[in-house]
Nanobody
Framework: QVQLVESGGGLVQAGGSLRLSCAASGRTFSSYAMGWFRQAPGKEREFVAASKWSGGITYYADSVKGRFTITRDNAENTVYLQMNSLKPEDTAVYYC???????????????WGQGTQVTVSS
């Protein structure tokens, strides 16, 4: 059974940092793009960042460029999202995803995690 399990969410003040982790199991994801989406209350889920299978090619939403960094460890089937200079508008449930493709604006979503809450206070 394929599972994506996120961790690392929490409450942080504006300007602070958090690091999210997503551990994948049930298959090898080294050939998959892995990334993150988020959904704020009352809003649609939106793309945040993605890393192609090699980890050398990454994509970011304009709203997080320069503040968030996505990395992955294929040996550990894990993807990370380092979030710096957090803003109240970054408050959302963050979801890990894995899919067979990624572009500058989104990625395939064959698998989803259950989500982790990130709350940024002003």
């Amino acid at each position: 059974q394929v599972q994506l399990v996120e961790s690392g969410g929490g409450l942080v003040q504006a300007g602070g940092s958090l690091r999210l982790s997503c551990a994948a199991s049930g298959r090898t994801f080294s050939s998959y793009a892995m990334g993150w989406f988020r959904q704020a209350p009352g809003k649609e889920r939106e793309f945040v960042a993605a890393s192609k299978w090699s980890g050398g090619i990454t994509y970011y939403a304009d709203s997080v460029k320069g503040r968030f960094t996505i990395t992955r460890d294929n040996a550990e089937n894990t993807v990370y999202l380092q979030m710096n200079s957090l803003k109240p508008e970054d408050t959302a449930v963050y979801y890990c995803a894995a899919g067979l493709w990624a572009t500058t604006q989104t990625m395939g979503t064959d698998y989803w995690g259950q989500g982790t809450q990130v709350t940024v206070s002003s």
